[in-house]
């Protein structure tokens, strides 16, 4: 049996971030090894954990301090969850008191799913009175290209070498995008069957012409 590989991860933002201290509470709650990245405010996303979910194996748990050192809101929190489960692995949150893997931590992330389907509810209602007064005022120009409609150009620079962070990065989405859009590839991908071979048809017997000598006319049989 496979025994659990604790990672630990925090993210350093200048002065504010005591990093012995997390160091310290990491190793504390088991974590083997600590991944260490610094907060650019210039760049998007956090590179080194995004690398780190895309290793993520069976039984591997992911800790970190608290919410803000993964996420940058529940929509993103739920997205870097789903990625964990995907590969087998856990996320354990110390300051929450969140496992993934437990029952406690199940139920909480149910709850925080169900507030963040509350919130895009309240957020489409909002888009659907503000289009509808648009509409009435010849202003409405339709919407921006998503996540989902880059597909084509995700999988093309993809297939150029670039790495998800980059491909995220240029295309203007979140790197769990990219992700997810690989991901639904691949099974589209699966349920493909290949063709079918042709069926060999059996090969028409010949009939034989011969004359009739008595009626000059043709038999066949």
Do not use: C, W
């Not at 069976?58 to 608290?66: A, G, H, Q, T």
């Not at 870097?80 to 029952?103: A, H, P």
């Amino acid at each position: 049996m496979k025994m659990s590989n604790i990672i630990g991860y925090l993210r350093v933002d200048g002065a504010t971030s005591n990093v012995k201290l997390q160091s310290e509470r990491l190793k504390a709650a088991g974590a083997s090894k600590i991944i260490r990245e610094v907060a650019d405010h210039r760049a998007n996303g956090r590179p080194r954990l995004a690398q780190l979910l895309s290793t993520i194996n069976e039984k591997d748990i992911l800790i970190v301090e608290s919410l803000p050192s993964i996420a940058d809101s529940t929509k993103q929190l739920l997205e870097l969850v789903e990625q964990i489960q995907s590969g087998g692995g856990g996320l354990k949150i110390l300051e929450s008191d969140l496992d993934t893997s437990l029952l406690p931590g199940y139920v909480l992330l149910k709850l925080l799913q169900m507030i963040d389907n509350f919130e895009r509810q309240i957020k489409r209602e909002r888009q659907a009175i503000g289009i509808a007064k648009a509409k009435r005022e010849g202003r409405y120009k339709g919407r921006k290209p998503t996540a989902r409609a880059k597909a084509d150009e995700v999988i093309k620079l993809i297939a150029q070498g670039l790495t998800r962070e980059k491909v995220a990065d240029q295309l203007g989405i979140g790197v769990a995008s990219v992700y997810r859009i690989l991901k639904n590839e691949t099974a589209t991908q699966d349920k493909v069957e290949p063709p079918s071979k042709p069926v060999a048809r059996p090969t028409k017997s010949l009939k034989k012409t011969v004359r009739n000598t008595d009626s000059g006319q043709l038999s066949l049989f």
